[in-house]
């Protein structure tokens, strides 16, 4: 039978600011990646939500980024690798302590939006990400774009890694993600997503936004649960996987 996690990037409200529906999401999700301060989260929100993902058993995982707060981590940076391998360490170093505490097993690590992209663009950032992961803690997960640079890093420092792919946005005949910039960037309609999501799942390809049919490797889905429809959206989500026969599995757990 086929496997497949569900993620979702959580812990990004911090002081008054809430952003998420993250008690809701975390009940049908597998893997919580958990902002650790830099693009969004902060130590009261982190502490909560390590809390609340241990109580539904779900995997923790560290979510890293740019440390840009009013950005959202959104925005690219001109950074070294040195720097970028500093700031993961520090931050998957945070998070660690937080999980300690808690008495629960840090699982993965999957870097934020725009680290996550430069990474993608850029082959000795996503060595930088895969060594800082390596040397913090070998066992981890690191998380990547299906067929990308952070995969490829990741696999030549011995790490296990997870090949992502995402539920409402649309690809291109390379496979990378189209860029937010472009208009035909998210896909807007659920049952599209859905569908998309089970063509990814259980036939390994894609289709590109010039509908050539692309292969790609699922092995752990991306939901947002920041939108005003994400709760509904990953609840149609679980129950159409779950009808089609697919488990819904944490990559620790394969």
Known sequence: MRTVDLNCDLGESFGHFQVGHDEEILKYITSANIACGYH???HNVMMKTVNLAKDLNIQI???????????FGRREMNISPDEVY???VYQIGAMQAVAKVNQV?????????????????????A??????????DQNLVLFGLSGGFLCEAGSEEGLKT???????????????????????ALIHDPEEAVHQVLQ?????????????????????ICVHGDGPNAL???????KTLKNEGIIIQSVRMK
Not at 105 to 125: R, T
Not at 127 to 136: F, G, H, L, Y
Not at 232 to 238: N, W
């Open 61 to 71: 995982g560290a979510h890293p980024g740019l440390p840009d707060l009013g950005g």
């Open 200 to 220: 990814m799942v259980k036939e390994q390809r894609v289709t590109a936004v010039n509908g050539e049919i692309i292969p790609i490797q699922a092995d752990t």
């Open 162 to 184: 997870a090949h992502e792919v995402f539920a409402d946005r649309t690809y291109q005949p390379d496979g990378k993600l189209t860029p937010r910039s472009k208009e035909n």
């Open 232 to 238: 509904t959206f990953v609840q149609h989500l679980c």
């Open 40 to 42: 969004a989260g902060d």
């Open 86 to 88: 500093n700031l993961v």
């Open 127 to 136: 060595k930088a990400i895969a060594k800082a992961v390596k040397d913090v």
């Open 105 to 125: 097993e840090l699982g993965h690590v999957k870097p934020h939006g725009a680290l996550y992209n430069m990474a993608e663009k850029n082959k000795e950032l």
